[in-house]
């Protein structure tokens, strides 16, 4: 099955499957997501023999491996700084300015 190839033996016969299958007649699709491959929170979608990770906001490559550099774009205005920590980032606003990008001024009253 699935593209296998049948040998004959004495009395038997045994398949060489294809890749991403397996079973005496190569009926079982492998389960690439077994061994947990997708890192950082990633889901893992198995596909013959291979598989694909989707990524958290944050997160980015194959395996979900490589944190995006957030606070290099700049999120943060008005002189605010940024940190940045498992995915998410937060804003330290300059006084006069507060919100998630300190995007927003605050109001003095006279």
């Known amino acids: ?25 190569c009926e079982t699709d492998t389960n690439d997501c077994a061994s947990s491959p997708c ?6 979608k198995d596909l013959v023999a291979r598989y694909r990770c989707a990524c958290i906001r944050g997160f980015t490559d194959r395996n979900c491996e490589t944190e995006i550099e957030i606070c290099d774009s700049g999120p943060c205005k008005n002189g605010g700084t940024c940190s940045q920590k ?4 937060a804003c ?12 927003k001024g605050v109001l003095h009253n006279s």
């Open 1 to 25: 099955m699935n593209g296998g190839e049948c040998m004959n033996g004495d009395n038997n016969y045994t398949c060489k499957c294809m890749p991403g299958y397996a079973g005496t007649n």
């Open 39 to 44: 890192r950082n929170g990633g889901t893992c």
């Open 86 to 89: 498992n995915g998410k980032y």
């Open 92 to 103: 330290k606003c300059t006084a006069g300015y507060t919100g998630l990008n300190c995007d």
